[in-house]
């Protein structure tokens, strides 16, 4: 059973059955999003349920696999992951205990094994080496954005709460307005009207788009000198 | 004939001819939009269809051309420029045989020529290397950004699905939303009105822009780096 | 008493507590916020002016200590610090003596207390050391992005007018969808309807997105700079 | 007489006086503004019309100057700014003879006089330089961006026409989508309706993006180049 490989941690590696693993994960996120859809027909229950319980079966027995082999063994059962592993399956054995109301609700956790892809990927590193780069700059930017979000609600409150008494109704109402205006977004949903305002969301943009645009440079040039001293 | 040039590879080039034959496949592009107006004048119908027959001409004789003159001779037809060419003028003599309801549909194909813009520019070629560089990070962001986009729906559907069951009725209609948020298009049919959805949305968008907005610098610096290892 | 130290330019710093007087300057903020909602329940008034209270007594306590312990004593009362803190604090005291409608607006005052987070920090001088760097540039391109806006504006001005009296009504009218439309927030209150609009709002966008996003590269690399050559 | 100054190229200059000429202009950009308001103040018309005769006999001034102490003489009557200064005081002179309507529409002329602030600028000159090691990969990435915005605009066409007859009548009706789109600014005027609009939408955007995004950090990455080379 040369499948099963080791890592230098000690860690259950099962080599290019990993890829089936996180294929099955994916498939299912693409099947809990198909059982949200709302009037689902009938006929596709049963398959959902079949590859449900099928998928659960591959997860515990991955779980028990890698808890059993792993070295030393069972320290899979308080790492990280296995616990991770442990409550992704667990939704479905509670569940049929239960009521089944809280199914979905629980499924969610599944979401968690996802992670496991980013363990698997090297490039992750260079990913995590490019943020300690550029952490600093990027805290002071975050800090700033922050700052800004909250100096720019303040004002277009201010400016719009007589005009538009609903949509800029306190410092949390405009702070929407806020969130949308500096990252481009621009539902609509909310905009100024009076002159003020909008002589104060120019000026807002001006600072404030690059306040919210530059810490995504930044982290493009950490990556590229992460991926130079390598 | 000097006109006709055959590169290392045997292929046959019109030399400043081949100018010409793309400028065609450009105007048959603007033809082919100016087709689609509704309520086109009946007197535009017949230059349009001239200008078809004519440019139909020019390809089918260039087509011959490339396949005689190619070394080794025929070569073209089987190699991918040859097949598109062919699908190129194939559904002109289709067309006549059968149903003229089905022209449009087919017309559609030509589109393809416009890939010989690209064999021609030897600047593609610096755009492809420099995708070679960066290609494992736009890989990794390109799954990382598939993920967020896929957790933001999940999220955005548990906070507005009670409050919009229109709009975020199942994780695949709050994907549209997803996606019109985090490439900041914001169209502004579908958003969060509830509080939770709106902060929700907010931490999406502090995480999602960076996900998103990072390739196409990471792009931009591998394609100066392509540039300088000319 | 060492908790009170002086830096080389005399000034107080409290140390640790520097870090606690700004979580208080934040905490500030965030009960300004609450305040502006319409409709806050009465039990939240006593413990909002509290908490006002309690941090106008710990900022007024922090002003003198810095007025009486900064060297040349007394000169914090002039420095700019020195200024907006008492600023930031003086409401209160006039508020309590004259009529309580007013007291809102002055407390926007107390946003000024927020640039003591930049003083303290010592990346900023990063930030404003990137910010000379590229100062000729950003420079440049503010006073170009405002030609583009004013021209576009212009633009616009004479293909909507007719079609969209009221969205479009004069050059400063227009000026607000160039703002929206140059930033790429598009909130969709204002868009062209015309085809000459369309046309012509396709040329802005090719040669404005530039304009206005390039800064923001230039500063990411003027940052990059910075940081090489501490 | 030492204000009047002569270049390398004979062409005249005066020195700081430059600087009110140029300020002139933008305050005369301001003046037509404010012209185009509807429902002006007739209190208001008397001074912009002074501030107009005003200026024009400061441009004609100027324009003399330029023309009689050039070297060689009247040279400047044919150079760019000779012909843009001309067309920039032609339309007063020429509007106070014939219909007083056609005024404003030739007014729009002087906005060429903008141009005489790029002039000066020797800053102007580095961005001249940046575009031309770029130029390569940024009319590359126009033609790409072009077909790109073809591609989608006929793609979702063939989506939306029927669900959307109004909006997605044509190719060239659907460009108008492609173009909010793809820029990201998405006014919300027009949007995909159906699923495989929407998923098409998704891949565009993906690949669009980038395509219209790279260009801006390419052309940023060439200005650093062009500042470190100086």
Redesign the interface.
Known sequence: MNVIQHDDKGRVSFGSWDFLIQALIVLN?IA??IE???GIPQGWQPPLRIFEVGSVTVFTLEYLLRLLLGRPRLSYALSFFGIVDLLAILPFYLATGFDLRSIR?FR?LR?FR?LK?ARY?S??Q??HRAFLIAR??LV?F??TAL?VL??S??GI??FERDAQ?EAF????HS??WS???L???????V?PVTVGG?VF??FV??VG??I??????????A??KA?ETE
Chains 1, 2, 3, 4 share one sequence.
């Open positions: 996120l809990f999003a949200t859809l709302p609700a969610l979401l996802l892809l990927s490039a992750m260079r990913f600093e700059e002071l975050g800090a700052i909250y100096l609600a303040v409150y201010y008494p109704g306190s410092v949390f702070l929407w969130v949308a205006t990252t481009t977004v621009g539902y609509g949903d905009h909008r969301t120019f943009l001006i788009l690059g919210v645009a530059v810490p995504t440079g930044l982290f493009a040039s990556l590229s991926r």
